[in-house]
């Protein structure tokens, strides 16, 4: 299967905005003023969720087992044995939500139907199961993309997974640090209880989770593929929910 590459995004500050606007990327996606816009393509809707939804899926994350997130280790893994590691660039926990489920289903579905579809004019094949994910103080996840991964002998990022729009739903606002920010254009922002925030997954939208430094940080993340998209992979994801 094809898996495309992207020349790394290093837009200068003189440069047009690589959005179109006809301004220069440091008066546009790029500025540094305090009360700048996000960049395009970075979609933030404050109180998509209640007050009281929110406060009732924290309440429940709080009487729920959690565990830290790991990764494949590549390295040990063999025929017979699938070995993970933690990830030190994640310091994140999942809560175990699995009788709880469909909330958190419903919740994306919601938002990808009423507002990310209209958005991004097109239709979202699939996401995957959305997570609950918890950040204790010091918890943080260190720059990323969510789709694409760093191809070194090229010196451009692959598109390794079926990945299109990266959406967050935040959970509460009690906590310090924890701001979302995307390095390719000095935006950051603090969650807040009720946010939604939707982006490209691609290495444009390079981010970071920056670190808790009081309080605990609940987020539901999730990731879609949309049907005008050419596929990487032979199938999508095991645990991801149809929507065509
Ligand atoms: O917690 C966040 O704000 C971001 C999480 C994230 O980037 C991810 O799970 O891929
Ligand atoms: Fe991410």
């Not at 979302?180 to 209880?193: L, R, T």
Request: some cysteine; charged content about 25%.
């Amino acid at each position: 299967m094809d898996k495309p590459l992207r020349d790394d995004f290093r837009p200068s500050r003189n440069e047009a905005c690589f959005c179109n606007s006809g301004l220069r990327f440091k008066n546009c996606c790029g500025s540094s003023a305090s009360n700048r816009q996000p960049p395009y393509g970075v979609v933030v809707i404050e109180n998509f969720l209640s007050p009281d939804e929110c406060q009732a899926l924290v309440v429940l994350a709080k009487t729920l087992e959690s565990e830290r997130l790991t990764i494949v280790d590549l390295e040990h893994t063999n025929e017979d044995e699938v070995v993970r590691k933690v990830d030190e660039g994640r310091v994140t926990e999942r809560v175990d939500m699995s009788a709880h489920q469909s909330r958190l289903d419903q919740f994306v579905k919601q938002a990808l139907l009423e507002v990310v579809e209209p958005h991004v004019k097109d239709k979202v094949s699939w996401f995957e199961q959305p997570q609950l994910l918890k950040y204790n103080p010091g918890g943080f996840y260190l720059p990323h993309a969510d789709s694409e991964n760093f191809d070194e002998s090229s010196q451009r990022w692959r598109k390794d997974l079926d990945r299109d729009i990266s959406l967050l739903l935040y959970l509460n606002s009690d906590f310090e640090g924890g701001h979302i920010s995307f390095e390719n254009f000095g935006y950051k922002i603090k969650p807040k209880a009720g946010m939604l925030i939707f982006f490209p997954s691609d290495s444009r939208y390079l981010h970071t989770a920056e670190a808790v430094t009081e309080g605990v940080r609940y987020a539901i993340v999730s990731w879609s593929s949309l049907l005008s998209s050419p596929k990487v992979r032979r199938s999508p994801p095991p645990d991801a929910i149809s929507l065509i």
